[in-house]
């Protein structure tokens, strides 16, 4: 990356602007943070030489690089970096032989989350010529060279084929988008001081990528009409999205209004869309009609696609009949600058009045460029591409072009792949480029010319048109919801409270002369909810056994905060506090650990979590509750046996008192004693609230959804009770269409969605595994689970599931404390692997905790060959590791040697001696090398023999 920095974002630096030409890079360093991939999801590719994957990515890094101008005694930089977004990566093509993949694409799909940490930005931007530039610009800038068109590809074989055509592909087709007209917007402008309510100038912003629109604005109207057309390229499906945003003109700062998004593929399935869409975060809808055009490789029903657009009328541009995409390459032998200097060349391609530039090339008569430009065309058999290459100053032309392109109308594929000899240049200058024409296609079964709709009314049976009055058509009642692409996704998260050890003691007695214990409780804060433990009376190694859960989203960053407590009468004192990634846990689905408490000077906390899985059948219902049963403990709540999901998006036909105003609705969803409010939406009787809730749900055989609607300072205007029995009995667990309110008027439109959760650490699926614990770790796993309920004699096999699958509670450490390591045979490279992962409990025999570090001896060779050794960790009685190590050896060898581990503290100043703080040994043949599961082992004596 430094190299790249400097020798080639250096230079295109310097080049591009005469006041940056001392820039310099004087710090690079990449931090040691790493990129997380959050999840992967895979789509079959447009071909079969193709494999597409969707990576959700979240990169917090403490990345530092800082430049410096010296021209202007000018120094800046960029100290950490957060990314968070969804990374496509397209593998193709797909060959015989290795790596099987020739080449890797990469890019966002949409536009990414991108916060960078500056330093010294004021001072940059007080350069001459950078004044201009804002922070929010420049962010803009780097985010949309993240996202399509823009893509990144990595060649893995050379002489790869078709660089430039997997670089920038041609698009998968082309969506022409009709804004026709909004209904039912809010008002935003005020007068008389907010006395007097006026309506709002609303305009439309339309993106799709990087490509965005922005209608007219229409004054004063809450139903505008804007009968405007605009046309995207489509480079991916599924993925990419149309989002519409439609905003108040204001002379300050605009007013949101809503906005809507729609995964193109649905375009494309259906061909012509034709729709009232609702806008979310805001009310009212909007009306669009999109188009889906196919790319014709033959110019055969061209001039039937030029018949249909010229009975179209769109604006602000006429309809486009194809696209032309230009990959340009290189050029050879450019005439040099005064004084045979090297050129800076660059290339401006126009097509009609549309100019776009290549990238500067910087000192060379024969550039590289390899670029892509896409142009829309109304009428190829009469347009021009216009060539322009010049210096990067753009003040002197190194050469020019001008291609009719009715030329490709009669070249094979409609494709141009040659050398084109440049007018106005050196003798043998040229430019090397790939031209690509595509007609733009809609099948004439599905074409029907947009309209602008009619006035709202009763239509009457004659079918003429109903009364003026409005400006724009009543939309369709919808008969489903349309929730957004985030509904549905939340997790749940189960979390055990189970025990601690060595806390530090509060209480004193007798004026602080005789040293108690402390009565601990923990406090747990994640996702904006709060949880707090029971208190243990008078004890440093508390057992707690108690269970939380919470609804979380996948966002990145989140973190449990965790805090151990001393209750007191007065002021209760602090025991130690520590933090778990959420991120971890949500892509593991498990967490198991002690975790060392922090700012104190010891104690450790034992943590389990875990992900539950959601699922849309009832048919493991009943082995759910009857898991949730066993593993609740007396002191936790009942647990959730699954998760209910409400999108309430409207109501209709409220009841209104006679001779009044429509009241300011708002609903109250109820699920035994959780409420969810919605916002209130201002005097109407059709209200549309677009919110979502999420609820736990202990015994959904028996509980109910309760939902009100209120009127502001009116009462209640109806209601309604959805047993959720109806939807375990449902398609999917899941109903979504109008619900009649009780009074017998007014009714609301929501979606109610069930999903069981499961626990896999229960082992709900795990039929066929099978365990053997002796009967003492059973009772040892109860007696911490704070003992068992009793078990029906059907569910023998569960509860043996239960107490002895996945991860099971280990026994308590022994007096010189635990090592916890993974040992396994890697049979395909003939190794052996040992994970030291951490230490509990260590014994502490001077005054301050030992500096502990992990001695590895493969027996009975003790030379230094077999001998490995961890880092040293720093006064601590719960030393965290994660090292591996590996021996080469056969397995047949490897069966008749013993690992020996032992814990030490480093070397003191004044002995110079290591002091062992306890050992074990591992009879590698006694051992199933072929699991690899971690485990505790007790810590020995020098001359004992631990068995784990």
């Known amino acids: 990356m430094e190299k790249l920095l400097a020798e080639t974002v250096a230079p295109a630096v310097r080049g591009s602007n005469p006041h940056l030409q001392t820039f310099t890079f004087t710090r690079v360093e990449l931090g040691e943070k790493p990129l997380h991939i959050l999840g992967v999801k895979i789509h079959p590719g447009q071909r079969k030489e193709q494999i597409l994957l969707d990576l959700s990515i979240s990169y917090v890094g403490d990345v530092q690089i800082d430049v410096e101008v010296k021209k202007y005694f000018c120094k800046a930089g960029v100290k950490g970096m957060q990314l968070h977004g969804i990374l496509r990566v397209i593998l193709e093509p797909l060959i015989g032989d290795l790596p099987i993949v020739g080449a890797v694409s990469m890019f966002f799909i949409?536009?990414?989350?991108?916060?960078?940490?500056?330093?010294?930005?004021?001072?940059?931007?007080?350069?001459?010529?950078?004044?201009?530039?804002?922070?929010?610009?420049?962010?803009?800038?780097?985010?949309?060279?993240?996202?399509?068109?823009?893509?990144?590809?990595?060649?893995?074989?050379?002489d790869l084929q078709d660089v430039a055509q997997l670089r920038s592909p041609l698009p998968r087709g082309i969506i022409r988008i009709h804004l026709l007209a909004a209904h039912g917007l809010g008002s935003k402008d005020k007068y008389v001081k907010g006395l007097i309510e006026g309506k709002s100038d609303p305009y439309a912003l339309i993106r799709v990528g990087t490509q965005m629109f922005c209608s007219r604005v229409i004054d004063e109207e809450l139903n505008p009409q804007w009968g405007e057309t605009y046309e995207v390229m489509v480079h991916e499906v599924p993925g990419q999205e149309i989002e519409v945003e439609v905003f108040d003109k204001d002379p300050d700062k605009d007013d949101f209004l809503g906005r809507m998004k729609l995964d193109v593929g649905k375009v494309l399935q259906c061909g012509v869309l034709d729709d009232w869409f609702p806008l979310q975060g805001g009310q009212g809808q909007v009306h669009l009609r999109l188009e889906w055009l196919s790319l014709l490789s033959n110019a055969e029903k061209l001039e039937q696609v030029l018949q249909w657009n010229h009975g179209v009328s769109s604006r602000p541009e006429p309809p486009s009949a194809a696209i032309l995409v230009v990959y340009l390459d290189r050029a050879q032998d450019l005439p040099l600058k005064k004084g045979n200097k090297e050129p800076n060349p660059m290339v401006q391609l126009s097509v009609q009045d549309v100019t776009q530039e290549s990238k500067a090339v910087y000192s060379t008569n024969c550039p590289v460029w390899e670029g892509a430009f896409r142009f829309f065309l109304q009428d190829p058999q009469s347009q021009e591409l216009d060539v322009q290459v010049k210096d990067g100053s753009r003040a002197l032309t190194l050469g020019a072009l001008t291609l009719p392109l009715a030329r490709l109308l009669t070249a094979p594929e409609l494709t141009l792949d040659q050398w084109f000899q440049l007018s106005s240049s050196g003798p043998n200058s040229r430019l090397y480029m790939k031209l690509v024409m595509r007609i733009l296609y809609l099948d004439p079964s599905e074409v029907r010319f947009p309209t602008v709709p009619s006035p709202p009314g009763t239509w009457g049976l004659d079918g003429e048109s109903p009364q003026a009055g409005s400006s724009v058509d009543v939309p369709p009642r919808p008969s489903h919801t349309t929730p957004d692409g985030h509904f549905g996704t939340e997790n749940v998260l189960r979390i055990h409270v189970l025990e601690a050890q060595d806390l530090i003691a509060k209480d004193r007695f007798l004026g602080g002369l005789v040293k108690g214990k402390s009565d601990p409780y923990v406090k747990l804060k994640l996702a904006g909810r709060s949880f707090q433990s029971h208190v243990v009376r008078e004890d440093l190694s508390p057992r707690w056994n108690e269970v939380f859960e919470v609804i979380v989203t996948s966002i990145p960053g989140q973190e449990l905060e965790v805090e151990v407590f001393d209750k007191d009468l007065d002021k209760d004192d602090f025991l130690g506090r520590c933090k778990v990634n959420l991120t971890t846990v949500l892509n593991s689905g498990f967490f198991d650990e002690w975790l060392t408490l922090e700012d104190v000077p010891s104690g450790c906390l034992h943590l389990r979590l875990e992900h539950l899985t959601s699922r849309s059948?009832?048919?493991?219902?009943?082995?759910?509750?009857?898991?949730?049963?066993?593993?609740?403990?007396?002191?936790?709540?009942?647990?959730?046996?699954?998760?209910?999901?409400?999108?309430?998006?409207?109501?209709?036909?409220l009841l209104l008192q006679k001779g009044t105003k429509p009241t300011s609705p708002y609903a109250i969803l109820t699920v035994g004693d959780t409420s969810h409010k919605t916002k209130t939406v201002a005097q109407t009787s059709a209200p549309v609230w677009d919110e979502s809730a999420s609820f736990l749900i202990r015994t959904p055989n028996t509980e109910s959804l309760e939902l009100q609607v209120r009127g502001e300072g009116t009462g209640v205007l109806g209601s309604l009770s959805l047993p959720l029995s109806e939807l375990l009995a449902a398609d999917m667990l899941c109903l979504d269409h109008w619900f009649m309110l009780n009074n017998g008027q007014g009714q609301v439109l929501l979606r109610a969605q069930l999903g069981i959760l499961v626990s896999q650490y229960s082992g709900v699926e795990a039929h066929g595994h099978s365990y053997s614990h002796s009967s003492s770790s059973l009772s040892e796993e109860t007696e911490l689970w704070g003992g068992l309920p009793h078990i029906t004699s059907s569910a023998p096999e569960l509860q043996q599931r239960l107490t002895h699958g996945g991860s099971p509670l280990e026994a308590p450490a022994g007096p010189l404390g635990q090592v916890k390591l993974t040992v396994w045979y890697y049979s395909e490279e003939q190794k052996l692997v040992s994970i030291v992962h951490s230490c509990r409990a260590l014994r502490q025999n001077g005054r301050d905790p030992p500096d502990p570090y992990v001695s590895l001896l493969l027996l009975p060779d003790k030379s230094r060959g077999t001998k490995r050794k961890t880092s040293q960790k720093k006064r601590t009685l719960s030393p965290k590791f994660s090292e591996r190590f590996e021996w080469e050896l056969p397995l047949d060898e490897v069966l008749q040697r013993k690992l020996d581990i032992s814990v030490k503290s480093n070397s003191t100043f004044m002995t110079r001696e290591r002091e062992l703080l306890g050992k074990v040994q591992l009879d590698l043949a006694e051992i199933d090398l072929a699991q690899g599961a971690a485990q505790w082992h007790d810590l020995m004596h020098d001359k004992g023999r631990s068995s784990s």
């Open 617 to 653: 059948t009832a048919t493991e219902l009943e082995e759910v509750l009857q898991v949730n049963r066993l593993i609740r403990t007396q002191k936790s709540a009942e647990l959730a046996a699954a998760l209910l999901s409400i999108y309430l998006e409207r109501a209709e036909g």
């Open 110 to 158: 949409r536009r990414p989350i991108l916060d960078i940490n500056w330093t010294g930005m004021t001072n940059l931007l007080d350069i001459p010529g950078l004044s201009s530039l804002s922070d929010n610009m420049i962010m803009d800038s780097i985010a949309a060279f993240l996202v399509l068109p823009n893509r990144l590809l990595v060649p893995l074989v050379p």
